[in-house]
C-alpha cells in the first residue's frame, strides 16, 4: 500500500514540472491590404486662345447716287461699277437717234482705246418693242461694251436720266459716282476722228481729277 502511494506521489511531481502551453500562438497579422491610389484624372487641354482677332468688315463704300440695271445680255450692273475706275465714261443714246447710230463705230474704238482707269458705260433709252433694234445696232458696229437698258433700271431716272433732255449725251463719274466736268452734248468734234475726241475729253477730265 505505502508502495503504490509512493508511486502515486512521483507522477503528480512528473506532471508538475510540465509546462503547459495553453496559449496559441498568435495568428500572424496580415499585412495591410494598400488600397489601389486612385488613377490620376486628365484634365480636359485647355482650349487654345484665339491668336487672330476677327477682322472687321470693310465699311461699305459710299456713293453719290445709287442705281440698279440690266444689260442687254441680262447682266447687273449697279453703281459699284464706278468703284472700279477712276473715271468712268457714261454715253446715253437710242436706236431711233441719227447722231447716236453715226458715232456707235467711234465709240467701239475709242472702247479699244481706253486707258486701264477708265470705264465705259452705254445706256440706251429705246422703249421695249425698240431694245433689239438697238442690240442688232451695236452688234453690227463692233460694241462690245457694256449697254444698260434703262427700262430695266431702278435709281437712274431719279439721279440721271431725268435730266438728259438730247441725245446723245455724255457725262463722266468719279469712283464715288458724283459728275466730272461739264456734259456733252451731241457728238464731241477735235482732232482726227471723234474718238480722238473723246480721248482729249476723257483726258481733261483725269486731269481735272489730278489737280493738274
Given at each position: ?92 443714246w437710242a436706236s431711233w437717234c441719227g447722231p447716236c447710230k453715226s458715232e456707235l463705230p467711234e465709240l467701239a ?6 486707258p486701264e482707269n477708265v470705264g465705259f458705260l452705254s445706256i440706251t433709252v429705246d422703249d421695249p418693242q425698240d ?82
Amino acid at each position: 500500500m505505502k508502495k503504490t502511494i509512493a508511486i502515486l506521489l512521483l507522477l503528480l511531481l512528473l506532471a508538475g514540472c510540465q509546462k503547459v502551453n495553453t496559449d496559441a500562438a498568435p495568428a500572424p497579422t496580415p499585412a495591410p491590404t494598400a488600397e489601389p491610389e486612385p488613377a490620376p484624372t486628365e484634365e480636359p487641354p485647355a482650349e487654345a486662345a484665339e491668336t487672330e482677332a476677327p477682322q472687321a468688315e470693310a465699311a461699305p463704300a459710299q456713293y453719290a447716287f445709287t442705281f440698279s440695271a440690266k444689260t442687254l445680255e441680262g447682266q447687273k450692273v449697279t453703281q459699284e461699277f464706278f468703284g472700279q475706275y477712276d473715271l468712268t465714261m457714261v454715253n446715253v443714246w437710242a436706236s431711233w437717234c441719227g447722231p447716236c447710230k453715226s458715232e456707235l463705230p467711234e465709240l467701239a474704238e475709242l472702247y479699244g482705246k481706253l486707258p486701264e482707269n477708265v470705264g465705259f458705260l452705254s445706256i440706251t433709252v429705246d422703249d421695249p418693242q425698240d431694245v433689239k433694234e438697238a442690240k442688232a445696232l451695236l452688234e453690227e458696229n463692233g460694241c462690245t461694251f457694256p449697254c444698260l437698258d434703262s427700262q430695266t433700271s431702278t435709281g437712274l431716272f431719279k439721279n440721271f436720266l431725268g435730266k438728259v433732255n438730247a441725245i446723245p449725251t455724255t457725262v463722266f463719274f468719279d469712283r464715288s459716282g458724283n459728275e466730272v466736268g461739264g456734259w456733252i452734248l451731241g457728238v464731241p468734234q477735235g482732232g482726227d476722228s471723234v474718238s480722238d475726241a473723246y480721248l482729249q475729253q476723257i483726258q481733261n477730265r483725269l486731269d481735272q481729277l489730278n489737280g493738274k
